[in-house]
């Protein structure tokens, strides 16, 4: 058979993938029942339905030809890192860094960067757009994490705080 859709193929392969990896992950935990669910039932079921969605996208793609062939075009490289980077800055804001001494810097702090460095992964950057983005979204967090749900963890850089 020929693959006749690039693109859904290596998505359903990608899906098939990662499903397959969370089923073999949950595997480790108590599955329980259907009436009494354990701690590895979610992850189970949902690997599985993602396995078969992938496998079901992987077959369609060699069963049903589309005119330009669906190729895969190159792989963008700058969102990317810029997107992993945005993720783990806030990490290492929240958690700090004890094996460089960087002690945490807090939710707010941590929500400015993420925004501010995820920003640069498009191809328009407007500071000021990217400054109401990451208010909004530290203020919406601060409610959420903070006062509804009561999480325990630094929302300012510690010598803020002192």
Not at 37 to 51: A, H, R, V
Not at 84 to 113: E, Q, R, S
Request: with cysteine; aromatic share 12%; net charge positive.
């Amino acid at each position: 058979m020929k693959i006749q859709s690039q693109k859904d193929f290596y998505s359903g392969l990608m899906f098939s993938v990662v499903g397959g990896s969370f089923a073999m992950g949950a595997s480790g935990y108590q599955i329980g029942t259907g009436a009494r669910m354990g701690p590895g039932y979610f992850p189970l079921i949902l690997g599985l339905m993602l396995t078969v969605l992938g496998c079901a996208i992987a077959a369609k793609s060699m069963l049903t030809p589309t005119p330009d062939g669906d190729k895969i075009g190159k792989f963008a490289w700058k969102p990317l890192f810029f997107i992993i980077a945005a993720n783990l800055v806030f990490g290492a804001c929240i958690g700090g860094l004890p094996v460089l001494g960087l002690k945490p810097l807090g939710l707010i702090v941590g929500i400015y960067l993420l925004t501010y460095i995820a920003s640069h992964a498009g191809t328009e950057h407007n500071f000021k757009e990217v400054a109401v983005l990451a208010t909004i979204l530290a203020a919406l967090s601060f409610v959420a994490f903070i006062l509804l749900l009561k999480l325990q963890f630094p929302v300012w850089p510690a010598y803020f705080t002192a």
